[in-house]
């Protein structure tokens, strides 16, 4: 089990950065895919961006270029750094975890939450 604490969220104005952190606590953070995902009001919940076990990336195509995710697991802590900020990146910021290989995950794996931070930027 992993479980998953998330930091570094606030009220920002357009334009300006945040980074946010995902501390794992539990089995260590090396055999987990981790990713952010995020929720507006009203909406569905989206993927944000996911790093694999190697490291490699995925983003969403609304943040592709303003942020960036990475891993140390060393320090079981996922950093998101986001710049850039809009409007239309406010939502509730979760932190996810779900054991893989690459940026393959296993079927049978479980996901683990965290219990999500606020991000807001005002129009």
């Known amino acids: 089990q992993v479980q998953l604490v998330e930091s570094g969220g606030g009220l920002v104005q357009p334009g300006e950065s945040l980074r946010l952190s995902c501390v794992a606590s539990g089995n260590g953070l090396s055999p987990y895919i981790m990713a952010w995902y995020r929720q507006a009001p009203g909406k569905q919940m989206e993927l944000v961006a996911r790093?694999?076990?190697?490291?490699?990336?995925v983003y969403a195509d609304s943040v592709k270029g303003r942020f960036t995710l990475s891993r140390d697991n060393a320090k079981n802590t996922v950093l998101m750094r986001m710049s850039n900020l809009k409007p239309e990146d406010t939502a509730v910021y979760y932190c996810h975890a779900r054991e893989g290989f690459d940026l393959e995950y296993v079927p049978s794996a479980v996901a683990y939450w965290g219990q999500g931070i606020q991000v807001t930027v005002p129009s």
């Open positions: 790093i694999g076990t190697g490291a490699k990336t």
